[in-house]
């Protein structure tokens, strides 16, 4: 049984470090060239600075008028 389980925790360290390695000729920008954890910048409504998903004006500014 330890056996199996040192092969095991053998096997995730070496897949682990596999991993990590850059291929060469791999394809460019898929995650590797941003920080890690880099989030994009919330938009916000341009009328009154309320978080929007949409980008342009929100819900309260279009249905009002006035922000």
């Not at 330890?2 to 990590?20: D, N, Q, S």
């Not at 995650?31 to 949409?54: E, F, I, Q, S, Y």
Request: aromatic residues 4%; hydrophobic residues 35%.
């Amino acid at each position: 049984m330890i056996k199996i389980i040192t092969f095991f925790l053998i096997g995730m360290a070496v897949l682990a470090m596999l991993g990590r390695l850059r291929w060469p000729g791999g394809a460019k920008g898929v995650g590797r060239d941003k920080p890690r954890g880099a989030l994009p910048k919330p938009k916000t409504c341009p009328t009154c600075g309320r978080m929007n998903l949409r980008g342009g004006p929100c819900r309260a500014c279009r249905e009002d008028g006035n922000g």
